[in-house]
């Protein structure tokens, strides 16, 4: 999965940045208290219901950002059998239609309430999602934009912090550049 992160400017409009420490560790282990929203739930757990096989990250920022600006994106790529990751993304899309808020547990000790917005899918990869997920501790009501776009077993999971206006997925430039990385690397 590391050969297929993005480094540099190679993503349209951002700089990413290979990251070498863990996204989840032991800890993150996350619970919903309502089964439809597990599948997003599961999305910032270490143990979801659909085990991950790999996973790898990077940080993103716009290329234009001022100097000194930490990245406010990021984005995982994550590994599945084939069918694992088509079932799971055939629940989270299921989750969107059904899931409009829950409380989350970690055994890392926090525990939040979230809402839940689906937006329109990007027409990116073979298969995608993208939803708004907003803490209801968020002190300006704005939630994280993700967008999931699968290729073949693998996931490239976007999260955006949000910005000033309506909130929109990950471009398609930047999730198609992503596809076709993760398909050379699958088959090189």
């Not at 951002?14 to 439809?36: G, R």
């Not at 939803?131 to 955006?160: C, E, H, Q, S, W």
Request: charged share 20%.
């Amino acid at each position: 999965m590391s050969k297929a992160l993005p480094e540099g400017e190679e993503l349209p409009g951002f700089l990413a940045a290979p990251q070498d420490v863990a996204l989840l560790e032991a800890e993150d282990v996350v619970t919903s208290d309502k089964a439809a929203c597990r599948p997003i739930a599961d999305m910032m757990s270490v143990r979801p219901r659909h085990p991950r096989k790999a996973m790898v990250w990077a940080t993103m920022k716009p290329r234009d950002a001022p100097a000194g600006m930490t990245a406010s994106s990021s984005l995982t790529l994550s590994s599945h059998e084939l069918k694992v990751a088509q079932a799971w993304m055939a629940e989270l899309k299921q989750a969107l239609a059904d899931c409009s808020e829950f409380t989350a547990v970690s055994q890392r000790g926090w525990t939040h309430r979230f809402s839940l917005q689906p937006l329109a899918p990007i027409k990116a990869g073979d298969d995608s999602v993208s939803y708004v997920l907003t803490n209801a501790l968020a002190p300006d009501g704005k939630g994280n934009i993700m967008t999931i776009v699968r290729t073949g077993g693998a996931f490239a999971t976007y999260l955006m912090a949000p910005g000033a206006g309506k909130p929109v997925p990950m471009s398609v430039a930047v999730a198609n550049q992503q596809h076709r990385k993760l398909q050379a690397a699958a088959n090189p």
